[in-house]
């Protein structure tokens, strides 16, 4: 699953808002009033129009060319027509979408008026992303979600009858009173839709959810202690490996599964390390640092930044971002854990000619450990995780983990 080549960019557009808040969610998303949502957009389509300069500003360079758009949040769907109509209208007077872009929308079940999913389909949208998490209603309703499995099977009728087939579902192995047997019934429920994307996700409990700070301070509001033990959570996320790939979904990466051909083009970007301008709300990109901006014969940086997390602090006015110009060293470690998330791997070779032989030497012999530990797979040329690596995969990723510093590129 090569790169595609190309100069092109991906557009991650965060839209914060909720018509509730899930008992897991860490996110920078909450229910906030629909007056927001306006002052929000108008926010966004001004951060869009001064990114050019700002990158310009910083010798980072921002492709004009589009290739994926990404709305997440939040729930997106929760947008009125017209301000999903005023938000696509200046993408595309900002940038040129490709004519066979993957455009995304994530969207809660439920939550999506005929008019908002006309609004969608007549922007070009072309791929809707539900947040199931759970087809049994009581486990949905537990965690702070609004919808029934009635709901979702009718949605995607609607989405697949708007002309919108290219569908994911997302369910979470691990939600609070969960059971082995419910969650059979979940995955089996999910192959039985046809849609051509899945996303397997097992809980991890953040100190920032509810639900988290309720399992360290002890309680029974969010249900905490229905909260399944790790090692059944690893067997149902086992158990959704083996169905979903019966059922012609083939895992591409740790939480992804597709039909050939229906993997996600956005979120693969992130992980082949593409560039992509997040906007919004805590919203991360990363760009390569601009051709000609320093010295030839030095490897090239690569620009991380991250907007506020701050809703008011958004809505006044411009803040700066979180920036970061990575060293070639912290790309080489990026390249093998983002790389490791896909089930391909990391093409040895291709690490070689980007970064040299003596820091790939380096990584190898981390490799060797852990294929020892049964952690890792390599045959010369490609390294992968095995079954139990996936399970194990932040454990894997820290090995590579340096003391590189960061780095600020000589530019002009």
Known sequence: ????????LGLYISIPFCRSKCTYCNFASGV??????????????????GARQWSKDLSADLPSRVDTIYLGGGTPSLL?????ARLFAAIRAEFTIEPDAEITVECAPGQIADATLNAIAQAGVNRVSLGVQSFIDREAHQSGRLHSRAIVLDDLKRLRAAGIANLNLDLI??????????WQDSVSTLTETGVAHASIYMLEVDDDSRLGRELIAGGARYHAELVPTDDTI????????????????QQYEISNFAQPGHESRHNLRYWQRRPYLGL???ASSMLRETPGSSDSSQPCYVLRFTTTDDLKAYLEGPQPPETAWLSPERQHEEAWFLGLRLNEGVFVPALRREFGNQPVARALEVVAQLT??????????????TAQGRLLSNEVFQEFLESAPLHQPAVS
Do not use: K, W
Not at 173 to 182: E, N, V
């Open 80 to 84: 009125e027509p017209d301000l999903i």
């Open 1 to 8: 699953m090569a790169a595609p080549a190309g100069n092109q």
């Open 173 to 182: 192995a691990g939600l609070a009173g969960q059971t082995f047997a419910s």
């Open 372 to 385: 020892e530990r049964g952690l890792l797979d390599c045959d010369g040329e490609n390294v992968r995780l």
């Open 280 to 282: 919004g709300l805590d």
């Open 32 to 49: 906030y009033p629909a007056s927001e949502h306006a002052r929000y957009i108008q926010r966004l389509i001004d951060e869009m129009h």
């Open 234 to 249: 690893a067997g149902m996320y086992e158990y959704a490996i083996e169905s979903l790939d019966s059922a012609g979904l």
